[in-house]
T-cell receptor, first 115, second 111 residues
Framework: EAGVTQFPSHSVIEKGQTVTLRCDPISGHDNLYWYRRVMGKEIKFLLHFVKESKQDESGMPNNRFLAERTGGTYSTLKVQPAELEDSGVYFC?????????????FGQGTRLTVV | GQNIDQPTEMTATEGAIVQINCTYQTSGFNGLFWYQQHAGEAPTFLSYNVLDGLEEKGRFSSFLSRSKGYSYLLLKELQMKDSASYLCAVKQDDSWGKLQFGAGTQVVVTP
């Protein structure tokens, strides 16, 4: 069974440009999460989808970030326009449920560098 | 807010035991996870505790004390492949599964 996959694995863009990250969760997982790790800091929550609906977007930094999950399958995270502080590793995770012991499966991340 | 603290780095020799501590302050605790992450790879699930006590899984064990806000991950019979970052993460009640992470502990295993 395929795990959580993310594209691209690396992206280098100039400040002011637009970048779109994609996440394909494990098939059948209704819950999809985006997280981000900036240099030297902990992994931080960005937002959570249940199927195609945004359940919690309290971690989104600002309105330059737009996440979608049309059809409740794969998700995209667009950064427009990108700023230097957006550099970091963006992780996607998926899970079947949200209960206490439910494990979240992570992708390998997309390393975004804004220059 | 929440504080989840763990040491930045630990070094141990092959065959030894290492204990990684994690302390947390949170309201509505609903479970603690340990993940392993090799450089450039996905974090992978190691263990989960929600009740006090020790959970053992082969060479890895995890302990939780809810009253102390404390957990540890014990790695026994260390192997070179155990060199990785170990992430402590807490889940809260009514959080719909989102995790709050510590900054991770880099374990370096030397020959």
């Amino acid at each position: 069974e395929a795990g959580v996959t993310q594209f691209p694995s690396h992206s280098v863009i100039e400040k002011g440009q637009t970048v779109t990250l994609r996440c394909d969760p494990i098939s059948g997982h209704d819950n999809l999460y985006w997280y981000r790790r900036v240099m030297g800091k902990e992994i931080k929550f960005l937002l959570h989808f249940v199927k195609e609906s945004k359940q919690d977007e309290s971690g989104m930094p600002n309105n330059r970030f737009l996440a979608e999950r049309t059809g409740g399958t794969y998700s995209t995270l667009k950064v427009q326009p990108a700023e230097l502080e957006d550099s970091g590793v963006y992780f996607c995770a998926s899970s079947q449920g949200t209960g206490s012991g439910t494990e979240a499966f992570f992708g390998q991340g997309t390393r975004l560098t804004v220059v | 807010g929440q504080n989840i603290d763990q040491p930045t780095e630990m070094t141990a020799t092959e065959g030894a035991i290492v204990q990684i501590n994690c302390t947390y302050q949170t309201s509505g605790f609903n479970g603690l996870f340990w993940y392993q992450q090799h450089a450039g790879e996905a974090p992978t699930f190691l263990s989960y505790n929600v009740l006090d006590g020790l959970e053992e899984k082969g060479r890895f064990s995890s302990f939780l004390s809810r009253s102390k806000g404390y957990s540890y991950l014990l790695l026994k019979e260390l192997q070179m492949k155990d060199s990785a970052s170990y992430l402590c993460a807490v889940k809260q009640d009514d959080s719909w599964g989102k995790l709050q992470f510590g900054a991770g502990t880099q374990v370096v295993v030397t020959p």
